[in-house]
């Protein structure tokens, strides 16, 4: 199978194509998966999409509850591990999986379009030994994952996460995250006027730099009301700017001073704690197409034939980044390209060495991961 690759332009078709949300979670029953306790591991190599919105983020998180059809229900969203690990217990047993591990661990409402991962699975005692064959743990895993109201319906996969491959891992001790050379990720802004005179710059400018979530230690950006564009599709996928402009050449000559390494403590949370603050970055692009979908706005103004309307990616590749680093970078390079700070600011910030010091972080519903690679091996093409 040929592996997609992806382009600086998010394909459109990818990004509408992550499953709606509404999925729970159901603990299946595994009494019928028999593993053989007595048969070895074998390591397989999954690669996973999933909608970012409807999740905690791909780590399970302390306060997350499985929906069992009981009196008590979730306290938080579901995590895609949480989900993955149901879905191997249904098809192997609790016993005939383990070490299940992902090559990034994406916050909450992070997508994920390309997402590897690795986990150990045993033969079940009819297997004589023999390893799975990874088509049917790859049809099994889409088989079990919860599907809408916790049942699958004729055999409906999960609508906001599924695993799109499954192949042998190239040695047991092979590692989705610590043997990845490069991890791609691109952020998605909608820039747009508000066609409503109270939504429009300056007052919108100023209420949008003005709201500070409690819930974070981060500045974050708020998005403004998807109604205010008449834009179903990008409520929960693209981070909506309202701004009549912003310079991408300019936001392309200040991404060059992020390329290499450097100390990122301006630009990764303050609630980060890995010590080491360095990281290098293999390179950023910014591009801006028109956005080609008609827009229905307040009272039918079609916001698409004003030229006004674009859609800009920022792509970040690297082999590892520190917590909300990209969305810091394009945080600032928004920034730059709004003309409140000039490229050659992003040095004195970097030398800053300061989170205060920098703008804000992009929010999250805008962010994909969409490549993981890895030195001779593709999760594709073994």
Known sequence: MN????????????????LRPGASVVRWSSSEAGADD?????RYALAIQYHGGTHIGF??????????????GRILPPSVESKITSALDSLAGPDGHANLAISSRTDRGVHALWNAAHVDVRPRRSMGGRPWDPQKILLGLNRYLPAENGRGRDGATSED??????????????????????????CECFRCIYPSFLLSPPFAVHIFYSIRSPLHSDRIFLCPPASAFGIPFEHDRSWRLPVDRLDVRAMNRAAKSFVGTHDFTSFRSVRCSHPNPETTIHGIEVVALPYNFPLGGYGGVDLGETGRARMVTVTVSAKSFRYRQVRNIVGCLAEVGRGRLAPEDVGRLLEARD?????????AHGLYLVDVTYEGFDVFRP
């Open 3 to 18: 592996r997609p690759r992806f382009s600086t332009n998010l394909s459109r078709y990818l990004v509408t194509c992550c």
């Open 38 to 42: 007595g048969a070895p591991f074998f």
């Open 59 to 72: 780590s399970r998180q302390r306060g997350e509850l499985l929906d069992t059809g009981g009196r008590h």
């Open 161 to 186: 996460a599924r695993v799109v491959a499954v192949v042998p891992a190239p040695s047991h001790g092979w590692s989705a995250r610590y043997d990845a050379t490069a991890r791609v990720y691109v």
């Open 355 to 363: 989170r205060a010091a920098a703008p804000w972080t992009a929010p």
